[in-house]
Nanobody
Framework: VQLQASGGGLVQAGGSLRLSCAAS????????VGWFRQVPGKERVFVAA????????YYADSVRGRFTIFRDNAKNTVYLQMNRLKPEDTAVYYC?????????????????WGQGTQVTVSS
């Protein structure tokens, strides 16, 4: 599975962005998909994940209620809608996939990674 993340950019605090993660190589529908983010000098941290059935989603406490993850298997794409953005959301965002449960916040549990997309939130 090859993953392509897009949709990052510069936004003011309180604004919104929608990230997209497009998959190619094989059908996307059997994979759990997650988003992680990373700032320079720090570890990659979990943001959100969604199961392949689209029935279960998981969020980091820091984004719950502001971010929504959803998927369109027909388009082989997963989205991360980010609302009420804060300066501390600034990071490179990575999409990732695994052939298993979405109930994992550990980067090493994920098998496939896309390139990152930069999100910058100005105060």
């Amino acid at each position: 599975v090859q993953l392509q993340a897009s949709g990052g950019g510069l936004v003011q605090a309180g604004g919104s962005l929608r990230l997209s993660c497009a998959a190619s190589g094989r059908p996307f529908g059997s994979y759990a998909v997650g988003w992680f983010r990373q700032v320079p000098g720090k570890e990659r941290v979990f943001v959100a994940a969604i199961s392949w059935t689209n029935s279960s989603s998981y969020y980091a406490d820091s984004v719950r209620g502001r971010f929504t993850i959803f998927r369109d298997n027909a388009k082989n794409t997963v989205y991360l809608q980010m609302n009420r953005l804060k300066p501390e959301d600034t990071a490179v965002y990575y999409c990732t996939a695994r052939a298993g449960s979405a109930r994992s916040a550990v980067p090493d549990d994920y098998n496939y990674w896309g390139q990152g997309t930069q999100v910058t939130v100005s105060s």
